[in-house]
């Protein structure tokens, strides 16, 4: 069994939390067997509760798993906090507007996370990614990728946009190219990327830089089986040759674009 703490602003509002953060979940405590695993804990207490996005340390060994959670079923007849539970069960128009402050600062938590994502690529730009935000607004980024070199690819210039959600880390940003893109998990109509980390296979540890290097990786390496352009997944099975034409044109493209 492990011991799980929440980090951060939780000011004593949590009905299944003890005054120093530990969690009170019954998988947790009396009904904790060997066969759970970190998903399986993770699972439970993303179920379990009913708040805005919070920050979870769990620690499995020496290394620490940041998580966040949306609270969403407490439980106030067995409550490890009495003057949450009533306020949740006697005065929820209260109870409401202390998660709604909570919110605010998590989001300055999402703010203070997107500044130090762009301090990194200040720092070191990984090769052919750039990326920053567009002015007074940090949700809302522009970002440049070049084509990875022996590749199709190579040689050209596509711009993209990442608009982040107000609780990032927790949720993933959208991701859609500006640039014309021929490409079978990019929809050729509003250039939206689909692509597994910014979906079903999101974690808060990601960032601005790793999210850039996964979508340059994506343009050599689709997902044909998963397809959001069907005519490109089509012909990136069928006819190699004739697909990596289209993507020569839209690198050319690129460069008038650019002039």
Same mark, same amino acid.
């Given at each position: =069994? ?32 060997? $066969?759970?695993? $970190? ?27 940041? $998580? ?18 009533? =306020?949740?069960? &006697? ?10 402050? =909570? ?22 730009? /990984? ?9 007074? +607004? ?34 993933? /940003? ?5 640039? /014309? =893109? ?9 250039? +939206? ?48 040759? &004739? ?17």
């Amino acid at each position: =069994m492990h011991l799980l703490t929440f980090f951060g602003p939780m000011q004593n509002d949590m009905l299944e939390l003890f005054s120093d953060g530990r969690i009170c979940l019954d998988i947790l405590q009396n009904q904790w067997s060997p $066969v759970y695993d $970190v998903a399986a804990i993770l699972t439970s207490i993303q179920e379990f509760y009913c708040f805005s996005i919070l920050r979870l340390a769990l620690f499995l060994t020496i290394i620490p798993i940041l $998580v966040q959670s949306l609270l969403c079923d407490p439980n106030p007849n067995s409550p490890a906090n009495a003057e949450a539970a009533k =306020m949740f069960t &006697e005065n929820k128009r209260e109870y409401n507007r202390r998660v709604k402050e =909570m919110e605010v600062t998590m989001t300055n938590l999402g703010t203070k996370r997107l500044m130090k994502d762009l301090e990194k690529l200040l720092q070191e730009s /990984p090769a052919g990614i750039s990326a920053e935000p567009q002015k007074n +607004n940090i949700l809302h980024w522009d970002a440049i990728i070049q084509g990875p070199k022996k590749s199709p690819w190579e040689g050209g210039s596509f711009k993209l946009t990442l608009e982040f959600p107000e609780d990032y880390p927790n949720k993933p /940003p959208i991701g859609r190219f500006i640039s /014309p =893109m021929f490409h079978p998990n990019i929809d050729a109509k509003d250039g +939206n990327i689909f692509l597994d980390i910014l979906r079903d296979e999101w974690l808060p540890i990601f960032g601005v830089e790793s999210i850039l290097i996964s979508i340059q990786s994506l343009l050599c390496d689709p997902n044909p089986n998963s397809a959001a352009n069907e005519e490109a997944a089509k012909l990136f099975i069928e006819n190699k040759r &004739e697909y990596n034409k289209r993507i020569r044109k839209l690198v050319e493209q690129s460069w008038a674009k650019d002039d």
